[in-house]
């Protein structure tokens, strides 16, 4: 027995020595990578539509279009704080809600520009949003140290002025009076930005001067 047992360790030992240094003893067979899971290149196929026609569309711009002459405030503006959906969101008087409406109401202006509509109705919208816009966004401010929702504001507003400019063309003195609300933006944008080079509109970790929060991707990009 002691003999058979001394004959198998010489055996083993020597397979072992043999064995190529590196090379596992028993080596795997190699498997291909795994691919993709079969969701990832083959979604689901959505059925056929018919596309909208182009009347269609324009009387689906005009619905858009009135609903906005519709909403708007009287003194020119559009949005209020009174259609909340049960959702009501972390908003500081009157900072927060002086923001949201300049930021709603230079959407508003941009959209009505944007769709050619030569209504008079439609025109003198623009001409009362603008006014306001001349008027109120000097107001906008930062409402507290930790809401910066004015950021919209001053971002957004730059899309409705540049539209405006372009509407004025042929009238330079008005055009001054817009390039001069437009400059006093772009001030706020600098001066909000956050310390990391980006914008966000909530700075709850340090509340200072120049706001100290994390970057926000989607408002970063929609200043840029």
Do not use: M
């Given at each position: 027995m002691r003999r058979r047992l001394c004959v198998l360790l010489v055996v083993w030992v020597a397979g072992f020595l043999l064995v190529p240094r590196g090379e596992p003893v028993f080596a795997e067979t190699p498997q291909p990578p795994p691919g993709p899971p079969p969701l990832a290149t083959e979604g689901p196929k959505p059925p056929p539509i018919v596309p909208p026609t182009r009347e269609e569309i324009d009387r689906a711009i005009r619905r858009?279009?009135?609903?906005?002459?519709?909403?708007?405030?009287?003194?020119?503006?559009?949005?209020?704080?009174?259609?909340?959906?049960?959702?009501?969101?972390?908003?500081?008087?009157?900072?927060?809600?002086?923001?949201?409406?300049?930021?709603?109401?230079?959407?508003?202006?941009?959209?009505?520009?944007?769709?050619?509509?030569?209504?008079?109705?439609?025109?003198?919208?623009?001409?009362?949003?603008?006014?306001?816009?001349?008027?109120?966004?000097?107001?906008?401010?930062?409402?507290?140290?930790?809401?910066?929702?004015n950021t919209w504001a001053h971002a957004y507003s730059l899309q409705a002025l540049a539209r405006l400019i372009r509407r004025h063309e042929g009238d330079p003195a008005r055009q001054a009076v817009l390039r001069e609300v437009m400059d006093s933006q772009l001030d706020r944008l600098i001066r909000y930005e956050c310390v990391d080079g980006g914008w966000a509109y909530y700075d709850f970790d340090y509340g200072t001067q120049k706001p100290g929060g994390s970057t926000i991707s989607f408002v970063t990009a929609t200043v840029l």
């Open positions: 858009g279009v009135d609903f906005l002459l519709l909403r708007q405030n009287r003194d020119g503006s559009w949005g209020s704080p009174h259609n909340t959906k049960g959702l009501n969101i972390y908003a500081p008087v009157p900072g927060a809600h002086q923001a949201f409406r300049a930021a709603v109401t230079s959407l508003c202006v941009a959209a009505l520009i944007d769709v050619k509509d030569s209504r008079s109705e439609v025109q003198e919208a623009i001409d009362r949003g603008e006014a306001w816009l001349i008027a109120n966004l000097p107001k906008v401010r930062r409402a507290t140290p930790d809401a910066i929702y």
